[in-house]
């Protein structure tokens, strides 16, 4: 068992992206793959076919597993052998192997190596709450390899407001950052503040609210190094005449440094007129990323910029 492995970088080259021009299969490929195994359920590239598009495309790694451990894709195989076998994964140590066995995996798939980092993340993460000392400063560090651009300064640093948002206090910690993302290259990050404790960050749209209506909220989130169980993200809504009627609230769990994404679901009372985002961090020491924020009401997207993309 390979612990903590380096990641690949700069060493992935030019033929190793030219050999996967189509790292994911379309839903026309699952159905004549899925077609194939009607006849044939052990063809290994119908099975592979149907294994990446369930673990990679949907994320239901449970249903993924038995078709990778089919197909003839010499890395994927033996990770998907190893998920199905309880006794990799039955202690806290072998479950960081297992996160191991899918960050090697990402080398051989490098654009989609965000993809299987999640799943890394997902087994690192099985683990965290069970170790400690120099076991979790290790993970810590794993994960921040996996998730964060170490020595990779911000060019506008955490001050300027991203595109779409206003209302950013320049005194504190908090902006648009390429020291980590969820999904393209930019995040919003907070930083802990010992001088400014529960500090609140407003990130204000000019949101017309819809009563009667069901907004589905969420966002991907890390934490890392925070010592709060306080730290939010916040719709706030209000009246015509400013006055707040209600508040819906995702929290974002204490020192969990890999993206995980928290959502819920609120509905608009009748007479609100404004609604606003907020991030609300009562952390005094780390880092808060946010990523990916979504309002959607009817399947559409309310916010602009949810990624912070555009600075």
Sequence with gaps: MELFVALAGAAIGATALLLQ????????????????????????????VVGKYLAFVTG?????????????????????????????????????????DWTIAARSYPQIARILYDRSAFWYAQSWPFVDGVWKDKLREQMRKLFQNAGVPDPKGLSAAPSGWKNIDTAQKAGPTTKAAHSGRVSFQVVGSKKIPDQVVSLEQALTAIPGKTYE???????????????????????????????????????QPWWHKVEGSFLMPAGAAILQIHVGVASRVGSLFIDDISLRVDQKEMLQNGSFENR
Excluded at 21 to 47: E, V, Y
Excluded at 237 to 245: I, Q, R, V, Y
């Design 60 to 100: 239901d790694y449970t249903a993924a597993m038995p078709y990778l451990s089919k197909s003839g894709d010499k890395v994927l195989k033996p990770v998907a052998d190893h998920e199905l076998d309880p006794t990799y994964t039955d202690t806290p140590l072998k479950k960081i192997g297992m996160g191991d």
């Design 217 to 255: 909220f969420s966002a991907w989130v890390m934490s890392d190094g925070t010592d709060s169980t306080n730290d939010v993200i916040s719709a706030v809504f209000f009246g015509p005449n400013a006055n707040m009627m209600g508040v819906s609230i995702l929290l974002i769990p204490q020192d």
């Design 21 to 48: 021009s189509k790292p994911l299969p379309s839903a026309d490929d699952l159905k004549k793959a899925q077609a194939k195994l009607a006849t044939n359920p052990d063809d290994p590239d119908a099975n592979k």
